[in-house]
């Protein structure tokens, strides 16, 4: 697959990764009963559940393909996203979320009038931005109007932030939207959404795709990583057509914690030589930057220091001394 296939649809292709969800069968409605064009919206579901919960029942939906799988705990963030992005069948557009995402009115017209608009001028775009939330007591709550009232909110980049103690970090910088906007309103950066945000073409799959042996973190570094080695350029809209739920611990099981307890050790402490074991590719190939020259750009650019990271979430890793 590669940029240059002429697609005969403009359907939206949307990859979800689940573990123990409660709001996926909502966050399928939504998104129907919210598209402009529902008929051309299919989604991929990786489905998992370590508990006795029913999978969910999708068969009124004929644009919906999922695979039910039971585990004791999670295979990860990255494998999940693997699997569902298998079930593409030819869409012409990508959209990534999580298993707990609201959606406003016409939110695809919207994504594919930004997304087109970017292929005038860019080979390989990328919508990629931070994500407002919501919490599962809004949902619970008949009296909340957040979800019902959800029209899309204004949307900041990720920037490289400094906390109190002078730690670099990657957060929501809403300094940025004082920048010069390319393209007349579109902010440039170079980081993807390990969640909700990501909308591009569907060549992304094979592109960029997913690393299966990344559980959870840094999955939105490495993603970032590889889309701009590979040509890829990350915007951020104005406004932001889509929000995420807060995680309550009280109602939804989380990665996190499995993924950091897990008596297999899933989440593996990696020390840095891994920068040329994993992010060049020596280690995983396709899966790391294609060259170094190629990393030291992104990295300058990103100002991301992976070697600064104290860890790395991958599976059946070793430790390095």
């Known amino acids: 697959m590669n940029n240059k296939i002429k697609y005969d649809n403009n359907d939206i292709f949307v990859a979800v990764p689940a573990y123990n969800e409660h709001f996926l069968f909502e966050t399928v409605k939504l998104a ?11 989604f991929g579901i990786f489905n998992q559940k370590s508990n006795l919960d029913n999978f969910e029942d999708f068969s009124n939906y004929k644009n919906v393909r999922s695979i039910n799988v039971r ?35 016409n939110w695809d017209s919207f994504l594919q009038k930004d997304l087109d608009f970017l292929l ?15 919490s599962y007591e809004d949902f619970l709550n008949p009296e909340s109007k957040t979800i019902e009232k959800f029209t899309g909110t204004d949307a900041h980049p990720f920037g490289v932030l400094v906390d109190e103690n002078g730690n670099e970090y990657i957060g929501e910088d809403v300094f940025r939207s004082n920048e010069r906007k390319y393209y007349e309103k579109f902010l440039e950066h170079y980081f993807c959404m ?16 997913y690393n299966p042996w990344i559980t959870l ?65 020596n280690e995983f190939g396709f899966y790391g930057a294609p060259d170094k020259e190629s990393y030291d750009e992104y990295i300058k650019k990103s100002k991301v220091d992976f070697n ?8 059946q890793g070793k430790e390095n001394k």
């Not at 129907?32 to 299919?42: H, L, N």
């Not at 005038?120 to 919501?134: A, G, L, N």
């Open 71 to 105: 585990y004791d705990k999670p295979l990860g963030a990255s494998l999940a996203r693997l699997n569902a992005s298998a079930l593409h069948e030819n869409e012409k557009y990508l959209m990534q979320i999580d298993a707990h995402t609201i959606f406003a009115h």
């Open 308 to 315: 600064k990271t104290k860890t790395i979430g991958h599976r």
């Open 32 to 42: 129907y009963e919210r598209a402009e064009k529902p008929d051309r919206i299919y």
């Open 194 to 209: 390990g969640s909700a945000g990501l909308f591009s073409l569907s060549s992304f799959i094979e592109d960029v795709s």
């Open 120 to 134: 005038c001028h860019v080979e390989k775009p990328i919508i990629s931005q931070t994500v407002r939330s919501f």
């Open 217 to 281: 973190a840094p999955e939105q570094e490495f993603t970032g990583l590889r889309a701009c080695t590979r040509g890829y350029r990350m915007f951020s809209t104005p406004r932001n057509y889509i929000a995420t739920m807060t995680k309550d611990k009280k109602y939804l099981d989380t990665y996190t914690d499995d993924l950091c307890t897990n008596e297999n050790n899933i989440k593996t402490k990696v020390k840095y030589d891994v920068v040329n074991r994993f992010l060049l590719g």
